[in-house]
């Protein structure tokens, strides 16, 4: 039984920039911030993008709170 998924993603190539931009709801320049910092593992690069935007989310809410 041959079914098709859809394709399959090499998790060992590094992520294009707009891909992973578009994924995490990041702006261009912090997409190639974090890969550039982290590249070329998907899960680190993904483990990156959510810690950064979570410390985003963090800083908004101090400010908010002044």
Do not use: W
């Amino acid at each position: 039984m041959n079914e098709d998924y859809g394709p399959a993603i090499d998790h060992d190539k590094p992520y294009e920039i707009a891909a992973f931009a578009k994924k995490h709801g990041l702006t261009i320049r912090a997409a190639e911030l974090i890969l550039f910092a982290y590249s070329p593992s998907r899960a680190a690069c993904d483990t990156a993008a959510r810690a950064f935007l979570t410390a985003v989310a963090a800083q908004a809410k101090r400010q908010s709170a002044r």
